[in-house]
């Protein structure tokens, strides 16, 4: 399975634990405890569902670990095996009876059936891809008409009276960006809208005074607590996770529990004593629901209608928390920030490791030919197979199964046509002591080859990498210095080399009537539009153009890199530079 979706899969499930919990504690809490709170712990989960950090020890990081191992240990299994009694593995003394029954058209058929059914497999994650950004572009399509049915309707208020409280209100509220406010008949109730520019919009301008200042006091508080960003980090969320029904649960829960606590904040703003205002003024914008035609911004009017009775309750019996409840409050806060951390994630390291997770007896060592029936032929077959098929994860169980004489092939194949993933995944299974270490490494040094030397030293001890820096360090073959430092975690030390070095440079090419200002090159005072200076074993090369330059030059060196001059490079080989680099 694709490594990003399974850490994307403990991700949901992780979530899963958490929604299911505050689920259960809303049972509790749910008249006891402050809405805002109910409303903003959600955000715990929304950040569990969409950040892949946690401890590698956290619960859902085990039990990824125990199943890859589960797996790998069953695929380690030949064909065979794996397909005998509907999947079992056969008893002690039962090998010889389970050769003779598979013929050798079954195992075909059998590693057929294997390579077919690993296919879907495969390409899960571009499912999973496809229907979240359809999902997604579905909602802001929904969102974009909605929009244009609003903005086709709108007239601005022209009402001073009604601006200068809107203008109090919001500063009162410490709003300081200017809010607009407009009337649209086609809503029914008051509504905002816009992320960066702001809008209030009623249904019509003869509202109460009563229902005006709650009204724009609710909405007020709905764009000082960023919530329209809330909601769409919670729709960004839901089309990710579109396959898991808890998360559309916690949707529908996060969008019931803005309106209570926004209830609960505007009431604390105006005091206990306006609560039965606030109530009425609820009233009469449930009772305009149903009168205008009805859109994508009547859905949520519609739920809060049903949800009418409760809120009305919770407006009438609100008061301030006791100091009992806020400790209690901030006492479940930290219960579900560890919770979260507890259920944690597959871990990052293990997918980007191949070999995390797998028994340490197969990491540390290739297992040896066991004796199942299967014979080195199988498996040179099935390599081959999963080869062509570019199915990497069943090459690299296959891979240590192989004879000494395979695998060495199978690595110079891989060399040969530069394949470095392949070459990456088939080394690590290489016995520690294998002298195909010290042969690959010989060759990709002489063949400047960086990218198969950097996976080879990898594999490398700290003391074998100070043997190679020493030898890069004595030869001058800064590529190879770089890629040693960085491993050894000494790039400091390289930084400075490398000053050294490009001040040693400096003075070769002034040698040669070549000065450098910065990032431009002079040659006989005439600024130099390409410059290029290949070494005599091709390891290192110092191009730079420059469109404003007269002048195209190039190093001479010899055959131990010491430079004997430079000359003008001819229309040809200005082209032929141009097309390599194309």
Same mark, same amino acid.
């Given at each position: 399975?694709? !490594? ?46 969409? $950040? ?19 797996? $790998? ?183 019931? !529990? ?57 407006? &009438? ?33 293990? !997918? ?53 004489? !395979? ?6 194949? +891989? ?6 993933? $392949? ?13 195909? +270490? ?21 594999? &490398? ?23 040693? +430092? ?97």
């Amino acid at each position: 399975m694709n !490594a990003v979706l399974k850490i994307f899969l403990s991700m949901s499930v992780s979530g899963s634990l958490l929604i299911l919990a505050l689920l259960l504690g809303k049972q509790f809490w749910k008249d006891k405890i402050s809405r805002q709170w109910q409303y903003y712990i959600w955000l715990v989960v929304v950040l569990r569902l969409l $950040f892949p950090f946690g401890p590698e020890a956290g619960l859902m990081g085990k039990a990824y670990q125990a199943v890859d191992q589960a797996i $790998f240990r069953t695929a380690l299994l030949p064909p065979q095996q794996q397909s005998s009694h509907n999947g079992f593995i056969p008893a002690v003394g039962a090998e010889q009876h389970n050769e003779t029954v598979n013929s050798p058209s079954d195992n075909a058929a059998a590693r057929l059936f294997h390579d077919i059914g690993t296919l879907p497999i495969n390409y899960v994650w571009l499912v999973w891809l496809v229907a979240a950004l359809g999902l997604l572009i579905r909602k802001i399509t929904i969102y974009q008409s909605f929009m244009q049915y609003i903005k086709a309707g709108l007239t601005p208020v022209s009402d001073i009276g009604r601006l200068n409280k809107l203008f109090i209100s919001a500063e009162h509220s410490g709003i300081k960006k200017p809010i607009e406010l407009c009337v649209n008949p086609l809503v029914s109730s008051p509504l905002l809208i816009g992320f960066f520019h702001p809008c209030i919009v009623l249904p019509n301008a003869d509202i109460p005074e009563r229902d005006f200042q709650c009204s724009i006091l609710h909405e007020l508080t709905h764009y000082k607590r960023r919530d329209m960003f809330y909601k769409w980090l919670v729709q960004v969320t839901v089309c990710l996770h579109w396959f898991n029904p808890l998360v559309h649960l916690m949707s529908r829960e996060i969008t019931k !529990a803005c309106e209570f606590s926004c209830d609960e904040a505007v009431l604390a703003k105006m005091g206990g004593s306006s609560a039965q205002d606030y109530g009425k003024t609820l009233l009469n914008a449930m009772a305009a629901v149903g009168k205008y035609k009805e859109n994508l911004g009547a859905v949520t009017l519609s739920e809060n209608k049903q949800l009418l009775k409760e809120r009305i309750n919770a407006i &009438m019996n609100f008061k301030k928390k006791s100091m009992a409840i806020r400790f209690l409050t901030g006492a479940l806060t930290l219960c579900v920030v560890f919770g979260a951390a507890f259920v944690g994630v597959y871990p990052v390291a293990a !997918a980007a490791n191949p070999t995390a997770g797998k028994p340490q007896a197969t990491v540390d060592k290739a297992p040896a030919q066991e004796n199942t029936g299967t014979s080195s032929d199988d498996y040179a077959a099935q390599a081959e197979r999963y080869y062509e098929a570019d199915s990497l994860p069943l090459f690299e169980i296959t891979f240590p199964r192989l004879d000494k004489n !395979a695998q060495k092939k199978w690595l110079e194949k +891989f060399y040969a046509d530069g394949d470095c993933a $392949f070459f990456s995944v088939a080394v690590r299974w290489l016995d520690t002591n294998s002298a195909l +270490f010290t042969d690959f490494a010989e060759k990709a040094y002489a063949d400047d080859e960086m990218a198969v030397f950097s996976i080879l030293t990898d594999c &490398m001890s700290e003391a074998e990498l100070e043997l190679w820096l020493d030898r890069a360090l004595e030869d001058g073959n800064w590529a190879f210095q770089s890629i040693l +430092f960085d491993k050894l975690n000494r790039s400091e030390e390289f930084d400075e080399q490398e000053k050294e070095w490009a001040e040693a440079q400096a003075a070769e090419y002034r040698a040669v009537g070549v000065t450098v200002d910065g990032k431009d090159y002079y040659y006989q005072s005439q600024l130099v539009n390409i410059f290029l200076d290949i070494r005599a074993n091709q390891s290192f090369c110092t191009l730079n153009m420059n469109p404003k330059g007269t002048v195209n030059i190039k190093i001479i060196r010899d055959a131990e890199n010491k430079i004997t001059g430079v000359s003008y490079m001819t229309e040809a080989e200005v082209v032929e530079l141009l097309g390599d680099m194309e």
